[in-house]
């Protein structure tokens, strides 16, 4: 006899669907180092668009995962940086990259 399914926790679908919209993982992973103004988080995400990357810090920030500090200038200049709650994410985002580097390949599977 199978076992029952269990209904899916509403907070982790909320998780999974923050950190799991493109991107965003990646957006914080590259802010685990430390700081950094939008266009060096763009050089680190290649193929990301301004408009999008800027969307998704604007949601990460409303979420308060990253925090968005304006420094004085000039010229005035803006810095983004993880919160605690973005910083607690780490072991998970660490744990998905070791499972990537395992499971999956850079190549595309064909369809079959």
């Known amino acids: 006899m199978a076992a029952a399914a269990t209904p899916l926790c509403p907070r982790y679908h909320e998780a999974i669907e923050l950190i ?4 965003t ?12 103004r939008f ?5 680190c995400v ?7 990357l800027s969307e998704r810090m604007k949601e990460l920030e409303s979420r308060g995962v990253v925090a968005r500090t304006v420094l004085s200038g ?7 940086r993880l919160t605690q709650m973005g910083h607690e994410l ?7 990259r070791g499972w990537a580097q395992q499971w999956l ?5 064909t369809s079959l």
């Open 105 to 109: 390949s850079t190549a595309r599977p």
């Open 20 to 23: 799991g919209r493109r991107w």
């Open 25 to 36: 993982g990646s957006i914080v992973l590259v802010l685990l180092n430390g700081p950094l």
């Open 39 to 43: 266009s060096e988080v763009a050089a």
């Open 90 to 96: 780490e072991p998970m985002l660490s744990g998905l």
């Open 46 to 52: 290649p193929q990301i668009s301004d408009r999008l």
């Open 74 to 80: 000039p010229p005035v200049r803006v810095e983004y």
